[in-house]
């Protein structure tokens, strides 16, 4: 079922309503700007990575993907019933959080015709109550999302963007707890940073200290050459 946050983002991207939902041959685009497809993904890269790529042999594709940065939880023990609590999650998203999932779309970006966008949002999470309740598991499931604000749109074009988000320089060669440090994220978050910049060619592998893979930036590794 699509989410309000969803159809919120159609209309803060399309020109018009007009330019919503629009079918391309097989495919239903989120919205048409001018020769631009838009694709809204608050889900995985990866279930649109093969329709991103068909599209992007005839057209300029611009994906969006939203990342909750705040998240105002809504809970009630049934839709559109009373509220039980209300209140921000104490976990705060970044834009690093793109690369948890940018590991099933490497195989598209970078393109020529593709700009892949992180729009970092304030979000509301609405939940309510599971009937029956679980023995194991979470009480409440998500019943919808609702975006609040957009705080801020990155753009990203090439691996070298990719590289560009990281706001402290990077030791030469550097490992993933480098990275991280680097960063501000967790080395679990690192490696699969790592695994993209790989992937899309930003960085190349350099060797091995211990058990640790080594890394140098491409750039400065052919300008050395």
């Known amino acids: 079922m699509e989410t309000s946050l969803h159809r919120q983002l159609k209309s803060f991207y399309a020109p018009n309503a007009e330019c919503e939902e629009i079918t391309l041959g097989s495919y239903r685009i989120d919205a048409v700007d001018g020769d631009r497809l838009i694709e809204i993904q608050h889900g995985s890269l990866g279930a649109i990575r093969d329709k991103v790529r068909r599209l992007l042999e005839n057209y300029d594709v611009h ?5 909750a940065i705040r998240k105002y939880l809504i809970k009630r023990q049934k839709k559109n019933g009373e509220t039980i609590s209300a209140r921000f999650s104490p976990r705060r998203g970044s834009v690093f959080d793109l690369f948890d999932d940018m590991v099933h779309f490497t195989n ?39 975006l609040r604000s957009v705080e801020e749109q990155i753009e990203l074009n090439t691996a070298a963007d990719l590289l560009a988000l ?56 052919q300008a050395a050459a």
């Not at 979000?123 to 919808?144: A, C, L, N, W, Y």
């Not at 967790?186 to 993209?196: S, V």
């Open 63 to 67: 994906v969006v993907k939203p990342i």
């Open 108 to 146: 598209v970006f970078p393109h020529p015709r593709l700009t892949l966008e992180v729009a970092l949002t304030i979000q509301e999470e609405h939940r309510i109550s599971r009937k029956p309740r679980h023995r194991r598991g979470k009480d409440f499931r998500v019943h919808d999302r609702v």
């Open 166 to 221: 990281i706001p402290e320089k990077l030791p030469s060669p550097f490992h993933t707890k480098d990275l991280a440090k680097a960063a501000g994220i967790p080395r679990w978050l690192a490696q699969k940073m790592a695994y993209c910049l790989r992937n899309t060619g930003a960085i190349i592998l350099a060797g091995k200290e211990k058990n640790a893979l080594l890394y140098v930036i491409a750039d400065e590794h």
